[in-house]
């Protein structure tokens, strides 16, 4: 098992940036990747970014060029840097851990996002 503890949510002016933190702890062993989804109010939680135990990053369109994925291994913890934020971009941010050998999948509580003048 794999524990998400989440943290760095809140409420942003448009233009403003925010840092979300996801520590793992549990038994995590193996090559893994960790990324963040959101969800609306009635929308399907979305991908927004990943980043592999190897340094590999993915973002969506909509993230590209404004937000950055990173990784502490020492810690077992993501990072995501959100900036330039938009309305649109409010939403509840859930963090993933996708344990490669096993192919489990373990989320986070989530972690609300407002951009709001």
């Known amino acids: 098992q794999v524990q998400l503890v989440e943290s760095g949510g809140g409420l942003v002016q448009p233009g403003g940036s925010l840092r979300l933190s996801c520590a793992a702890s549990?038994?995590?062993?193996?090559?893994?990747?960790m990324g963040w989804y959101r969800q609306a109010p009635g929308t399907q939680r979305e991908l927004v970014a990943t980043v592999t135990s190897g340094g590999v990053t993915n973002y969506t369109n909509s993230a590209e060029g404004r937000f950055t994925i990173s990784r502490d291994n020492g810690k077992n913890t993501v990072y995501l840097q959100m900036n330039s934020l938009k309305p649109e971009d409010t939403a509840v941010y859930y963090c993933?851990?996708?344990?490669?050998?096993?192919?489990?999948?373990?989320w986070g509580q989530g972690t609300q996002v407002t951009v709001s003048s």
């Open positions: 993933k851990f996708r344990m490669i050998v096993t192919l489990e999948n373990f």
């Open positions: 549990g038994t995590i062993f193996g090559p893994n990747v």
